[in-house]
Every structure is written in C-alpha cells, then in structure tokens.
C-alpha cells in the first residue's frame, strides 16, 4: 500500500494506492493520522481510486484510523471506491460507518 | 457448455507472506473468468479466497514466512472448490464466534469467517492436520443475491 498526501484548504486527500491488507500497513496508516493530527488537519478523504482490494485486516486498519479521527474530533470520507471493496462494505455493513462518494470533489464538499 | 477447466486442479504453495496474496487474487480472477462465473460472484470468490489466507498467514502461521499455506483450486463441472490448508490451529477461536458482523461495527478484528460465510455458497472446516478450510461457489449460484434483493 502507498500513501500520497495531498492538502486542499482545509481538507487532507490521502490518495492510496495498491491494497490495504494488514502488515505494515496498519502502522504506515495510523502514523500517517497521527501526523495529520499534530498538524491540527482534521478532515481526511481516503481516495481509493487505485486500491485493488481491501481484506478484513485492511478493513480493521480503516476502521482505526476512522477511530482515532473521530476521538480527536475528526472526520473521515471514503472516494472513489471501486464494486469489489463495495461489496465487502456492503456485507460487513462498515458501509453504515464509512461515508463513501463517487468521486472526489463530492466527498471535499461534505464536509 | 462444457468448460476446458472442468476436473481439473491447481495447487499453489505460499511462502507466509501477506505481500503474495496478489498472487492468489491474480489466480482466482483468471479461473473465475475461465469458469465464467457472473462478475458479483468473482469479487465474492476472491475476497473470500484472500480472507482464508489472510487467516492462515496471521492467525495460522503467525506471519512466520517459513510456513507454507497450501491452495488448491478444484474445478467441478458445476462448482469452484478452493480448499487452504496451513499448519497451525488458529482458526478454532475465530469459530467459535457467532457468524455475524461484530456487534460493535468499530472492533477492529474477527469480520474473516463472517465475510467467508456471507460471499460462499459453502465452507467446511477440519482440523486434523493443521487448519483446513475449503470454500465452494456453485456456477448456478449466480444471481441470487438479486432475487433475493427482488
């Protein structure tokens, strides 16, 4: 899994890419919150437009960093998810947890 | 339509590595296509296929590479059967677990088994030697998630 950070005003674009299954990913990912929490940037869209799939570890690593933002009174939008990672959101019901757009510039406008 | 894959089968030996799970997706993608098996099914053959070996490598194994999981892709005249074999017993507590999504949607863990039984048609477990899981889709199983939907 790669992590690029874009910042648009007030709102962190984390645009991943490959898959999100566990390992080093867990920690690359929460290290990469945490930064953007000592930044005082709250408002994170998960752009994952380029990631393949997710597997439940993966969905455990989505759901801490969703954790964590909303402790430290953040929010977290999902973008660009492709069918595959859908169904698993659908079947897991994390669907009713994450708050997922088509595209970009809908998910920046949510908040 | 008879399928030229028909009876025959694939065995894939894995280093217990979760970076190689591409390789199994890669795997499934090309043998659900071959079978045709309508495209709902594939992404639910292969999230499951990939969630049986997340559990062998971390839970089985332990992420210790030098155990090896074991793959076997049977192909039925009516059926894709993916048994994955590991060394290790880790599953058993996993089982015990209520085939429900966890209660509190924000725990981070235990989804594996759940989303196997969700996505398959069905998954039978033995643990006399080691860890073995077998997962079977049937080809006529395609659409029914929309008829129930309907």
Known sequence: ?111 | MEHSTEGHQIEIRLPSRLELLGVIDKVVEALTEQMEFEDYDRDAIAISVVEACTNAIQHGHRARPELTVDVVFEMRKDALAVTVRDEGSGFSLELDEDPSPPPDLLQTRGRGIFIMRSMMDDLEFDFSEGTRVTLIKYRSSAGKEEEVAG
């Open chain 1, 1 to 111: 899994m790669k992590i690029r950070r874009d910042d648009i005003d007030d709102v962190t674009v984390l645009r991943m890419e490959g898959k999100i299954m566990g390992g080093p990913d867990a920690e690359a990912f929460q290290s990469t919150i945490k930064d953007l929490l000592a930044e005082g940037r709250r408002k994170v869209v998960l752009d994952m437009g380029k990631v393949s799939w997710v597997n439940s570890t993966g969905l455990g690593i989505l759901i801490s960093g969703h954790t964590t933002l909303q402790k430290n009174d953040g929010q977290m939008r999902l973008a660009r998810v492709n069918k595959r990672i859908d169904q698993i959101l659908m079947v897991t019901k994390l669907h009713t947890i994450f708050r997922a757009f088509q595209d970009e510039a809908d998910a920046l406008a949510s908040f």
